[in-house]
Antibody
Framework: EVQLEESGGGLVKPGGALRLSCAASGFIFGDYTMTWVRQAPGKGLEWVSSISSSSGYIYYAGSVKGRFTISRDNTMNSLYLQMNSLRAEDTAVYYC???????????????WGQGTLVTVSS | DIQMTQSPSTLSTSVGDRVSITCRASQTISSWLAWYQQKPGKAPKLLIYKASSLESGVPSRFSGSGSGTEFTLTISSLQPDDFATYYCQHYDNYPYTFGQGTKLEIK
């Protein structure tokens, strides 16, 4: 059974930093592109960043480029999101998601974690 | 960036109704479109991919259609478990974008 479990969320002050983790199990993690998607309270879904299976291709939303860094450790079956220079508008539930691997370059998400809440407030 | 526009934003419906939700892309995305269902406090769940392919395990009352810039998610006979928010997402290229969501409410 595919499982994705996020951790690392919490309360942080504006300008602060936080590192999110996503532990994966039930599939060959190193074969799949992985993605972070966020959802601000009461709002819709926003794609944040994706990383290819071997970390060779990395993409960011314009709203986080230069502040967030996605990475992965295939030996640990783990996905990460380093978030720096955090702003109030980064407050959201952050989900990790698995790209299906069916569509080549770009893809949809077939499995999601339950999310971890990041709150940026003074 | 490709903009995705869903309509309506909210739909008041009843059990047994046939429901259709529309998603429009600001430029052509071929059939690179997915639909997700999200319930309060839960992660999104994949329903439809490649505009019309039903994800394994999803009830057959859900169907998707369309290509290019206009897409539709249809629920043939609404069940109590279907009251949720639905999102479309394009995956034609990066950056991915989602529609703003359509919330199905009980009439």
């Amino acid at each position: 059974e595919v499982q994705l479990e996020e951790s690392g969320g919490g309360l942080v002050k504006p300008g602060g930093a936080l590192r999110l983790s996503c532990a994966a199990s039930g599939f060959i993690f190193g074969d799949y592109t992985m993605t972070w998607v966020r959802q601000a309270p009461g709002k819709g879904l926003e794609w944040v960043s994706s990383i290819s299976s071997s970390s060779g291709y990395i993409y960011y939303a314009g709203s986080v480029k230069g502040r967030f860094t996605i990475s992965r450790d295939n030996t640990m079956n783990s996905l990460y999101l380093q978030m720096n220079s955090l702003r109030a508008e980064d407050t959201a539930v952050y989900y990790c998601a698995r790209d299906s691997g069916q569509s080549g370059y770009a893809d949809y998400f077939d499995y999601w974690g339950q999310g971890t809440l990041v709150t940026v407030s003074s | 960036d490709i903009q995705m526009t869903q309509s309506p934003s909210t739909l008041s419906t009843s059990v047994g109704d046939r429901v259709s939700i529309t998603c429009r892309a600001s430029q052509t995305i071929s059939s690179w479109l997915a639909w997700y269902q999200q319930k309060p406090g839960k992660a999104p769940k994949l329903l439809i991919y490649k505009a019309s392919s039903l994800e394994s395990g999803v009830p057959s009352r859900f169907s998707g259609s369309g290509s290019g810039t206009e897409f539709t998610l249809t629920i043939s006979s609404l069940q109590p478990d279907d009251f949720a928010t639905y999102y479309c997402q394009h995956y034609d290229n990066y950056p991915y974008t989602f529609g703003q969501g359509t919330k199905l409410e009980i009439k």
